[in-house]
């Protein structure tokens, strides 16, 4: 097999270049001389292979030594907990940053480290294990967690499209589930919209609509105050400071913020649906909703539009539905959903 040869100092530059040039081998290992670095590159064709010579890089034949295949947690757990242990494990985790947080079932308590350290040896990225312990709850949508492993922090510095978050993952919500929906909604936000992001948490909705349109004005509304504190140091962080974050209840907030949004983003599933008069206060005279909420799989459309359509009937606007879709399914009779629709106020509504 052919490897580039670099010199220890040339070494990261030529990385680099190969890189570039789509040329690494990424299933064989790269080896050291005394003084050398060999790095397996893939030539496909002559034209790589000539690129590469012409920027001063040898190219030797080496016999290639193969990679480990990467070994998973579950493989690492193989021998170390039963198969019934293993196949009460719920598989995967979720991730803040560098936290994962596990679901331990009631049949493998006490063997939550095991589980925990087979995490950690298997992803070196992640530095922190926490377990839930017990469900999300109460009006700030928080859950107890525990720590099990590696460093005991509970701060994350998350990453999702391009933007950075740091909160507390016992004290705010924060979803990564919800990632393709804040891409999905800031691809549809024209360059000079108001926004109002209700239920904002540590600010993901608001600050990933900001950074990308810059000329737009994002007021995000959050009643947990922890949740406010890192929405606004998350502003920072971002450099979005056409976010204004607001600390308070929707209920008491909405009226601050009178026919003031081209869009509105309202993401509490449980119980978004409660706040259509605010909904309908904050619209301009056009506007469009992205909502939120838990429906029966069977029937997942039909309910929460029978509810916005009744809603519309009883305050004189109309409303035109322009699209849904399952978010994620969330019990063997639920799914999560979003349905984006239009207030057109000022317009007839359709009979409820
Ligand atoms: C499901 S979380 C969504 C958080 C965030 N938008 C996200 O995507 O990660 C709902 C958030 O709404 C907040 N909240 C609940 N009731 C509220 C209200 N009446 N007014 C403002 N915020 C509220 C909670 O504290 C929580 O942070």
């Known amino acids: 097999m052919f490897y580039a040869e670099a010199s220890e100092k040339d070494a990261e530059r030529v990385r680099r270049n190969l890189s570039r040039l789509d040329a690494l081998d990424k299933h064989n290992m790269v080896q050291h001389s005394d003084s050398y670095v060999y790095f397996p590159v893939n030539i496909s064709d002559a034209r790589i292979k000539k690129l590469i010579e012409k920027s001063g890089v040898r190219l030797v034949n080496k016999a290639a030594i193969a990679k480990e295949p990467r070994r998973t947690y579950y493989d690492l757990l193989d021998g170390k907990l039963t198969a019934t242990e293993l196949n009460a494990l719920t598989r995967g985790f979720d991730l803040f940053g560098d936290i994962a947080l596990i679901d331990v079932p009631p ?46 922090r509970f701060i994350a510095l998350h990453r999702e499209n391009g933007c950075t978050f740091r909160f507390d993952v016992r004290k705010v919500f924060f979803s990564t589930r919800f990632a393709f929906e804040r891409a999905r ?33 994002v007021v995000a509304i959050e009643l947990n105050k922890f949740g406010y504190e890192y929405m606004k140091g998350n502003i920072l962080l971002n450099k979005t400071p056409n976010v204004i974050p607001v600390l308070g209840d929707v209920r008491d907030k909405a009226k601050d913020f009178k026919g003031f949004a081209d869009r509105i983003i309202m993401p509490m599933p449980k119980s978004s649906e409660t706040f259509l008069d605010e909904a309908l206060l904050v619209a301009k005279k056009r506007a469009v909703v992205h909502i939120y909420t838990f429906a029966p799989t069977a029937n997942q459309f039909g309910p929460i539009k ?14 035109r539905f322009l699209s849904g879709r399952t978010v994620r399914p969330y019990s063997a009779v639920e799914a999560e959903i979003v349905l984006d629709y239009e207030i057109l106020k000022g317009r007839k509504p359709k009979r409820a």
């Not at 925990?116 to 990225?125: F, K, P, S, T, V």
């Not at 530095?127 to 525990?146: E, Q, W, Y």
């Not at 029978?306 to 409303?319: D, F, P």
């Open 185 to 217: 909604v800031t691809s549809l936000v024209g360059g000079r919209e108001r926004v109002m992001v209700m239920f904002a948490g540590a600010g993901p909705f608001a600050i990933e609509i900001a950074k990308v349109h810059k000329k737009s004005r």
């Open 107 to 152: 049949g493998l308590n006490g063997r939550e480290a095991i589980v925990a350290r087979a995490i950690l040896q298997a992803n070196h990225r992640i530095s922190t294990v926490l377990a839930k312990a017990g469900p999300i709850s109460g009006v700030f949508r928080t859950r107890k967690m525990r720590f099990i492993s590696g460093k005991r």
């Open 306 to 319: 029978a509810a916005i359509r009744e809603h519309a009937a009883r305050n004189g606007y109309k409303v």
